[in-house]
Antibody, heavy 120, light 110 residues
């Protein structure tokens, strides 16, 4: 059973950089795609981007200028960095395994979520 | 790219069926058979219920079914149970390795 766990600060100041790490256990890390998805309080889901275990990335065009996702295969971890944050970036941030084209292009395993509040 | 359109709410009595629609465009829902559906209980992470329009992951009851016609996908929950009360989100691959979610539907079991 694949398990994902987000970790990182729950409070970030405006204009600073949000950084979250997702640790994967219980399954194969290499060979899979790994996404970040966020959900503002009381609102819907937004895909932020994903990374392949090789380090190849793809980002939501609406966030691309501020997002960096990196991977550390030795620790089965991948990290989200979102720069120049504002209150609009306040959300629960989820990490999720992303199935490739041949397996359905869906998000089958999710972390429990990490609420990040942007406030001074 | 705008979110996929879902009705804000849907409801049904125990044992009845409820169907939720998810409307997109030919660039997402209509262009690919990569529509998935997620169930989210309050304070919990989303759970994959349907992928590739109509396939169920292991462990998801066959009371949950999906379909698609043109630019609109649908999720039907048959034999409603109390635990089906949750928010439901659709998602579609939208080309260029980009994913888009729906606006979400709150299902109430009366």
């Amino acid at each position: 059973q694949v398990q994902l766990q987000e970790s990182g600060p729950g409070l970030v100041k405006p204009s600073e950089t949000l950084s979250l790490t997702c640790t994967v256990s219980g399954g194969s890390f290499s060979g899979d795609y790994w996404s970040w998805i966020r959900q503002p309080p009381g609102r819907g889901l937004e895909w932020i981007g994903f990374i392949y275990y090789t380090g190849s990335t793809n980002y939501n065009p609406s966030l691309k200028s501020r997002v960096t996702i990196s991977v550390d295969t030795s620790k089965n971890q991948f990290t989200l960095m979102l720069s120049s944050v504002t209150a609009a970036d306040t959300a629960v941030y989820y990490c999720a395994r992303t199935l490739p084209m041949v397996r359905g292009r869906a998000f089958d395993y999710w972390g429990q979520g990490n609420l990040v509040t942007v406030s001074s | 790219q705008s979110a996929l359109t879902q009705p804000p709410s849907a409801s049904g009595s125990p044992g009845q069926s409820v169907t939720i629609s998810c409307t997109g465009t030919s660039s997402d829902v209509g262009g690919y058979n990569y529509v998935s559906w997620y169930q989210q209980h309050p304070g919990k992470a989303p759970k994959l219920m349907i992928y590739e329009v109509n396939k169920r992951p292991s462990g998801v009851p066959d009371r949950f079914s999906g379909s698609k016609s043109g630019n609109t996908a649908s999720l039907t929950v048959s034999g409603l149970q109390a635990d089906d009360e949750a928010d439901y989100y659709c998602s579609s691959y939208a080309g260029s390795i980009f994913y888009i979610f729906g606006t979400g539907t709150k299902v109430t079991v009366l």
